[in-house]
Every structure is written in structure tokens, then in C-alpha cells.
């Protein structure tokens, strides 16, 4: 969400005006907005039939010029909500990945390739997700289009002339360590790393510490080092908690 909230921030509020639709669970970026918008939390149950309507109701209470759906949660429910709304509103889907591990069910596939049909706009942030949409959804890949997730360059850059190197390797974890970021895998390359004699670590939010500790099978220690066993590599590799 705070990436929503950097763009609404960050548009011409004479020029856009924003509402936001919470399918599930509360809106956590409040106290983030710079502008005043309008927050709509649904609570919808899981596979709540009355859900479109009630989507409906919003969108023609709101009367938007174009309406996003952000992530696949999003797009079914709000692709037939629309469907009812007179004149007929873009709608633009945008792709962030899935929330889950698991396969994706032989009817997720059959309900994309339908609701792409009357989407206006598809993208995603990466040519990898790219294909995995085309891959795992079975959408077009002449429906896809990627704008490129933006990187901070005053955080994140080259060595500088005359900067002091280091012959540590740090390999920083930019995104959630949930199970679905496979971020076992990055542990598994560090392994790698170390194993062959490279003075390497991962580097993490603090925030993510228990979710390491318990996806990743981590020793409970105390202090910002974590020792890890890494059992397919048989030796230790270094998670270090900013």
C-alpha cells in the first residue's frame, strides 16, 4: 500500500482526485496520505457472490474517470462490477505477483483469459512477471505491458570514485520475506557463496525478523547476527537483521 500511496502523493491533486477500495481487512496507509481520500473497506467474505454488486454501488457513488485493479485478488470482482456501470469505464489491471505458493487452479486460468477481454489496460512491473502471467494466467503477451517498478537512486548505487571497498558481499532483501518471495532461495545463494569461500550476507528489515526466524527455519539467538544452518548446503550462512 505505501507504494499507493507514493503515487497518489505524487500526482497534481488539481488534476486527480482518488478513492480506495479495500476488499479485505483495513486500510493501513492513512496516517501516510498527504491529501485527503476518500477509503472504502469492504470485509467481503471469500467468494461473497453479492461482492460485485456491492463494488457496483461504490463505483456509482464515486463516478470515477477510470478505475485500477491492483493485483489478480482485485480484478475478477471489479471486472464484472463494471460491467453494470453506464457509460462503460476503463479499467486497467496491474500485475504484483501472487499471494500464494500454491498452483494456480485450472479456473483462475479460464476466469483471466475471459476478464482480459474487457480490460483496457494490463501491466506488471517486470518482464519476468511478464511471463509468468502469460505462462501460469494464459494471457496475451501482446496485452502486457511493463512499467518498470522505479529505484531509489540516492539509497541504492554504484561505488562511488575513491569509496572505500569492501571485500564483504552484502545482498540486500528489498522486498517481503514472505514464503511466496522464495526468499529460501536467496538464503540457498549465500550458502553458495560462503561455501566456496566468499565472505558474504543477507541484509533485511528489521520488521522481518520473525518471519525469517520462522520461514526459514532460523535458530532463535538473541542480537542482530543470526547464524543459520542451511541444510542442503550442510554449512552456515549469515542473515544479518538491519
Known amino acids: 500500500e505505501l507504494a499507493l500511496c507514493r503515487v497518489i502523493n ?38 461473497e457472490i453479492n461482492l460485485p454488486h456491492r463494488l457496483y454501488r461504490i463505483i456509482k457513488k464515486i463516478r470515477p474517470s477510470l478505475i485500477h485493479a491492483r493485483n489478480w485478488s ?18 486497467v489491471f496491474s500485475f504484483h ?9 485450472l479456473r483462475r486460468k479460464l476466469i483471466s483469459v475471459g476478464i482480459s477481454l474487457i480490460t483496457n489496460q494490463i501491466f506488471t ?26 529505484t531509489n537512486t540516492d539509497k541504492f548505487f554504484p561505488d562511488k570514485p575513491g569509496q572505500q571497498k569492501t571485500s564483504k558481499l552484502i545482498i540486500g532483501s528489498v522486498g517481503s520475506l514472505t514464503p511466496v518471495k522464495n526468499h529460501v532461495l536467496l538464503v540457498q545463494a549465500c550458502s553458495d557463496l560462503v561455501q566456496n569461500g566468499v565472505d558474504a550476507e ?41
Request: net charge positive; charged share 25%; with cysteine.
Open 202 to 242: 543477507v541484509s533485511a528489515s528489521e520488521v522481518c525478523y520473525d518471519v525469517i526466524v520462522r520461514d526459514l527455519g532460523l535458530p532463535q539467538r538473541s542480537g542482530l547476527e543470526v547464524l543459520a544452518n542451511w541444510r542442503r548446503a550442510k554449512m552456515q550462512a549469515r542473515v544479518l537483521i538491519l
Open 10 to 47: 505524487g500526482l497534481d491533486t488539481n488534476r486527480f482526485k482518488h478513492s480506495i477500495i479495500c476488499l479485505k481487512g483495513a486500510s493501513k496507509i492513512d496516517e501516510y496520505l498527504d491529501v485527503d481520500v476518500d477509503i472504502y473497506c469492504m470485509d467481503a467474505k471469500p467468494n
Open 74 to 91: 482485485a480484478w475478477p470482482e471489479v471486472a464484472v462490477a463494471r460491467l453494470f456501470y453506464n457509460p462503460r469505464l476503463p479499467l
Open 97 to 105: 505477483g501472487f499471494d500464494s505458493v500454491q498452483k494456480v487452479p
Open 125 to 150: 512491473v517486470a518482464n519476468v512477471s511478464k511471463q509468468i502471467m502469460v505462462k501460469t494466467l494464459g494471457l496475451n503477451k501482446s496485452r502486457i505491458s511493463i512499467i518498470p517498478n522505479g
